[in-house]
């Protein structure tokens, strides 16, 4: 039940056909499970087809399943949207119905309809903060149909639609460990990571999915005050460059310190060859920051993961460290799988 003095309700997660959407949802189901002063509370999955082994699953997780196409249909939206206390607004590049020509749209039809359904509480998550501080010439302009200039539209339009006491922005920059594994089939053919040739000296935060879930859960299921107007970046307790990455990476698969460097274009075939799809090559070039030209060290200094959860996350190392992973470095017959 959605009850303005608390804040507290239903929470419904958009974006649940990809695997950060799937993530979130069962942190949002696990954590009253975890911290019984929490009420557990109606979680519902939104995604476009209920028919799909990923929508059972979210069931079988014991959330409500709600399924509407939400570029075509607005009603539906508005619809599943009505009695929702809180919104976490997921747009993930990653899913499979997400283009850079569609992710603008995607937000903006979900603002709008939270707007008309009197939504109390919008959780927006973004892969992209406003442009860094820089030592040396500014960046390029942001192409117009990068998905950096998306979010940041998305975000700016939320402003316009909400009040900042309805608000709250969770940011995950950087290197995603799951990311990492686009690399695996290189790694494992090559016996060396793929290095940009001219950037190796930017600096990069890294996070973890079930960071990036869980700051999520904490703030949906708090107090909309608690955490409105503010602005979280959830972040691992680490600053690394890509050269460092690809040390921390080969160290932990036991392997020699080799890195092949070569052009951008290049670099993005050999991801899109991974995964299969050439938009989320260019989104995942976008979220290390290899499509603007940088000089110097980037410099991320905010981190939020522990101020929100009493975590500090996971490192690189550790995720080196868990099942799976280090067997994904070295199969190249199996595609890895982002998030």
Same mark, same amino acid.
């Given at each position: 039940?959605?009850?303005?003095?608390?804040?507290?309700?239903?929470?419904?997660?958009?974006?649940?056909?990809?695997?950060?959407?799937?993530?979130?949802?069962?942190?949002?189901?696990?954590?009253?499970?975890?911290?019984?002063?929490?009420?557990?509370?109606?979680?519902?999955?939104?995604?476009?087809?209920?028919?799909?082994?990923?929508?059972?699953?979210?069931?079988?997780?014991?959330?409500?399943?709600?399924?509407?196409?939400? +570029?075509?249909?607005? =009603?539906?939206?508005? &619809?599943?949207?009505?009695?929702?206390?809180?919104?976490? %607004? !997921?747009?993930? @590049?990653?899913?499979?119905?997400?283009?850079?020509?569609?992710?603008?749209?995607?937000?903006?039809?979900?603002?709008?309809?939270?707007?008309?359904?009197?939504?109390?509480?919008?959780?927006?998550?973004?892969?992209?903060?406003?442009?860094?501080?820089?030592?040396?010439?500014?960046?390029?302009?942001?192409?117009?149909?990068?998905?950096?200039?998306? +979010?940041?539209?998305? =975000?700016?339009?939320? &402003?316009?639609?909400?009040?900042?006491?309805?608000?709250? %922005? !969770?940011?995950? @920059?950087?290197?995603?460990?799951?990311?990492?594994?686009?690399?695996?089939?290189?790694?494992?053919?090559?016996?060396?990571?793929?290095?940009?040739?001219?950037?190796?000296?930017?600096?990069?935060?890294?996070?973890?999915?079930?960071?990036?879930?869980?700051?999520?859960?904490?703030?949906?299921?708090?107090?909309?005050?608690?955490?409105?107007?503010?602005?979280?970046?959830?972040?691992?307790?680490?600053?690394?460059?890509?050269?460092?990455?690809?040390?921390?990476? !080969?160290?932990?698969?036991?392997?020699?310190?080799?890195?092949?460097?070569?052009?951008?274009?290049?670099?993005?075939?050999?991801?899109?060859?991974?995964?299969?799809?050439?938009?989320?090559?260019?989104?995942?070039?976008?979220?290390?920051?290899?499509?603007?030209?940088?000089?110097?060290?980037?410099?991320?200094?905010?981190?939020?993961?522990?101020?929100?959860?009493?975590?500090?996350?996971?490192?690189?190392?550790?995720?080196?460290?868990?099942?799976?992973?280090?067997?994904?470095? !070295?199969?190249?017959?199996?595609?890895?799988?982002?998030?």
């Amino acid at each position: 039940m959605s009850t303005s003095a608390t804040g507290r309700g239903s929470i419904f997660v958009s974006g649940t056909d990809g695997d950060k959407g799937v993530a979130i949802v069962q942190q949002l189901l696990q954590l009253p499970e975890q911290y019984k002063h929490l009420c557990p509370q109606i979680i519902y999955a939104g995604l476009p087809d209920d028919s799909t082994p990923r929508a059972k699953s979210l069931q079988g997780l014991g959330a409500r399943v709600v399924a509407f196409d939400i +570029f075509h249909d607005h =009603e539906a939206a508005v &619809h599943a949207l009505t009695g929702v206390t809180k919104l976490c %607004l !997921l747009i993930d @590049p990653l899913s499979e119905r997400m283009q850079r020509a569609n992710a603008y749209n995607y937000g903006k039809a979900f603002i709008d309809a939270a707007k008309e359904a009197k939504v109390e509480h919008v959780i927006f998550l973004s892969p992209f903060t406003p442009l860094d501080t820089v030592f040396g010439p500014s960046l390029e302009q942001v192409p117009a149909y990068s998905y950096r200039s998306q +979010f940041m539209l998305i =975000e700016s339009y939320l &402003h316009t639609q909400f009040n900042n006491n309805q608000i709250t %922005l !969770l940011r995950y @920059p950087g290197v995603l460990h799951q990311h990492l594994l686009v690399f695996g089939k290189y790694i494992a053919q090559h016996n060396a990571f793929p290095l940009p040739n001219q950037q190796t000296e930017i600096t990069v935060e890294s996070c973890n999915m079930i960071d990036i879930a869980r700051a999520t859960a904490c703030v949906a299921h708090s107090p909309t005050l608690r955490h409105s107007q503010n602005a979280y970046k959830i972040s691992s307790p680490q600053l690394l460059t890509f050269e460092e990455v690809s040390q921390r990476v !080969l160290s932990g698969l036991d392997r020699g310190d080799t890195v092949n460097l070569m052009d951008m274009a290049t670099l993005q075939q050999i991801i899109g060859d991974s995964i299969g799809n050439e938009d989320h090559a260019a989104f995942l070039l976008e979220m290390w920051g290899l499509q603007q030209k940088l000089t110097g060290r980037r410099l991320e200094i905010t981190r939020d993961l522990e101020l929100l959860t009493g975590q500090s996350g996971k490192t690189l190392n550790e995720f080196l460290k868990e099942d799976g992973v280090r067997d994904a470095f !070295l199969s190249h017959i199996v595609l890895p799988k982002v998030a």
